[in-house]
């Protein structure tokens, strides 16, 4: 008797991600990478942009990757206003500096900047399974 073959592995595209960058090369950095998983991609270079396209997006958006200090909101206000929207969003929030990732009722992933394109989607997948 022979062992059954392991299930398909589900891509880790086909999710919309939200990013938020002041940072242009950043910003087009992130936005490359997870073009390249499959994801559909929506970029904002300031707090005030990206809530203004969550609330414009007709689907869902499953996950937030924006930075910490942004000009107008910065990143813990835009995910508290995107939550409001989309309950069930998860949030990666990304800095150069050490900051406490978000405040015990809204608690927040947390990837210090430089990091590598691995990095960051190890940190999404276990974002994303609810690790």
Do not use: W
């Not at 950043?26 to 390249?36: D, N, Q, S, T, V």
């Not at 300031?46 to 990757?65: K, M, T, W």
Request: charged share 20%; with cysteine; aromatic share 6%.
């Amino acid at each position: 008797m022979y062992p059954e073959p392991p299930a398909p592995q589900k891509p880790a595209g086909g999710r919309t991600v939200l990013v938020a960058e002041d940072d242009r090369a950043i910003l087009l950095f992130l936005a490359e990478i997870f073009r390249k998983q499959g994801d559909t991609v929506i970029i904002a270079s300031n707090g005030a942009d990206a809530l203004q396209l969550a609330g414009l997006c007709q689907r869902p958006i499953d996950l937030l990757v924006t930075d910490f200090e942004m000009p107008f909101l910065n990143g813990i206000q835009l995910a508290n206003e995107v939550r409001a929207i989309f309950p069930r969003i998860r949030v990666l929030l990304i800095s150069g500096s050490h900051h406490r990732a978000g405040s015990a009722e809204t608690p927040l992933e947390f990837l210090k900047k430089p990091f590598t394109s691995l990095a960051l989607l190890e940190r999404v997948t276990a974002l994303m399974a609810g690790s």
